[in-house]
């Protein structure tokens, strides 16, 4: 009946020369060319081919997540799918394997450390990405000193610049993995990162990115937050 409605009133005023749509909106005009290239032939045309759908949201951290249960040894999980889902509260998720060691211990103690990597830490890194804490000690193998402050019952790493304390809040199953969505409870940093005007240099630190399966050191500065509109 509202659809009906809505016809007869864009009629009356596409007739009456007015603007035309849901709530008197035009239709969007682009200002510029626009490309349409569906199908192979034309894509190519354009320089474009389609890729398998997959993940391809790159470039990435690759994050060592600590976990541990009460008792017993503490673990490192290397994770590419992480991500900040919010500010406030201050929220992140992790997507982990189930099949992972990991798994069952960020599950049942319910927390997480999240341990930002540098380009030092990035051998660790990779190394806690490819062996299971079933068969490794991955602090005591890699030389890491677990850290554990106050925020949690799960020792943050010592030698990463940054560890993000967070208690889990959902688990949502999706597929191949299952998302941990985290409140962040409280943060540790390098003292040597700090300035002494209280700045946090954290881009002093020297952390690494992951894209497509391969890792970079950050390059050169390009910009910052909303210099594009900033006046000279
Ligand atoms: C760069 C990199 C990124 C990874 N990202 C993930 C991820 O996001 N989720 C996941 O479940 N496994 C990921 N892995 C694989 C796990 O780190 C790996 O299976 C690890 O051995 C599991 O350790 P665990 O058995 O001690 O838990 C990644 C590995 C690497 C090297």
């Known amino acids: 009946m509202k659809n009906e409605e809505d016809r007869q009133k864009n009629t009356a005023n ?3 020369g007015k603007p035309v749509g849901n709530k008197g909106r035009t239709a969007y005009k682009p200002a510029g060319k626009t490309v349409s290239a569906t199908g192979k032939d034309v894509k190519k045309k354009h320089g474009k081919q389609d890729f ?9 951290p690759a994050v060592m997540v600590s976990c541990a249960l009460p008792g017993e040894k503490p673990n490192i999980i290397t994770l590419a799918w992480a991500g900040t889902i919010c500010s406030d509260p201050a929220m ?4 982990v394997r189930p099949s992972r060691y990991s798994y069952d211990l960020i599950k049942k103690s319910g927390e997480f450390v999240i341990n930002l990597v540098t380009e030092d830490l990035l051998k660790a890194c990779d190394w806690c990405g490819v062996k299971s804490g079933r068969d490794h000690d991955k ?13 949690s019952k799960v020792p943050g790493i010592l030698e990463s610049p940054v560890n993000i304390y967070c208690k889990v809040k959902e688990i949502v199953a999706i597929g191949s993995h299952d998302m941990f969505i985290g409140e962040v409870k409280g943060i540790t940093v390098d003292e040597s990162l700090m300035s002494g005007s209280g700045r946090f240099d954290l881009n ?10 391969e890792y970079f050191a950050l390059g050169k500065k390009l910009g910052s ?5 900033k006046k000279r």
């Open 52 to 60: 398998k759908a997959g993940n391809m949201l790159y470039p990435l």
């Open 139 to 151: 602090f005591a193998e890699q030389g890491l000193t677990p850290f554990v402050s106050e925020y």
């Open 225 to 229: 937050f909303g210099y594009s509109v």
């Open 204 to 213: 002093a630190a020297k952390l690494i990115a992951y894209s497509h399966g």
């Open 92 to 95: 992140v998720s992790i997507s």
């Open 14 to 16: 596409r007739m009456a």
